[in-house]
């Protein structure tokens, strides 16, 4: 059994925030895949499903971000599992927007959600690193990420999102190559292979000047008109 992890905070204020992409990217996979009804537990919601042959938990804390620890906690040692059972999505601001990058144990980069992870079950976790960008300034971190997403992200946000869904089997089964393969082709599909796409055409040759049926004396008299 898999136990995937999604950050955010609770409640409709905070449904929409930049803070709450992790949430949101549990929120697809279990629409896509037809998962169970998102229940109370854990100090959490959970859901449950299958991915191919893994049996798949969805846990999103209802903790606030800094008290993400104390959920996934209570979920690992209900289910008897380890760390490297665990996938957490969470947002990355040393990312670019739309970017995604999967890595497995590490440091919590000063992130509040991590961080608490970091205290209940050490480090040895994966995450997937769901980039929103980074305000310019780390005074403005914080107003940054509790903001919804603006209209202008709505594009590059719901082809994240459908390719992480794409995905899920393969990183549920432990292949993060694959996972990586199906998020880019959502995000960074292959530009079409049509014959002739990038290829400049010669330009037409000029038209040819008509031919002069003149005769030799009636061209040598024009010549004195």
């Known amino acids: 059994m898999k136990l995937f992890v999604g950050l955010g905070n609770p409640g409709a204020k905070y449904a929409a925030n930049r ?6 990217a549990l929120d697809r996979m279990a629409g896509d895949h037809g ?37 996934v906690r209570a979920a690992i040692d209900f289910y008897k599992l380890t760390p490297a059972d665990v996938v957490v999505f969470h947002d990355e601001l040393d990312l670019a927007p739309g970017k995604c990058r999967v890595k497995q144990g590490g440091g919590h980069a000063g ?31 914080a107003h940054y990420v509790l903001h919804d997403f603006a209209k202008a992200d709505q594009d ?6 459908r390719g992480i869904s794409d995905g899920a089997a393969a990183l549920a089964a432990g292949d993060g190559a694959k996972f990586m393969n199906a998020v880019a082709l959502r995000t960074a599909p292959p530009r079409s292979s049509g014959k002739g796409e990038g290829i400049e055409k010669p330009a037409k040759p000029a038209p040819s000047p008509p031919e002069d049926s003149r005769s030799p004396m009636q061209k040598l008299l024009d010549r004195f008109k």
């Open 35 to 71: 998962f169970g009804p998102w229940k109370s537990a854990f100090k959490g919601l959970v859901s449950e499903g299958r991915l191919g042959s893994e049996k798949l938990l969805l846990l999103k804390p209802m903790t606030f971000m800094n008290l993400s620890g104390e959920s």
């Open 111 to 141: 992130h509040n959600g991590l961080r608490s992870i970091h205290a209940h079950i050490g480090e040895a976790y994966g995450r997937v690193r769901l980039g929103i960008g980074h305000p310019g300034h780390k005074d403005a971190v």
């Open 19 to 24: 803070h709450n992409i992790g949430f949101m």
């Open 156 to 161: 590059w946000l719901d082809d994240l999102l």
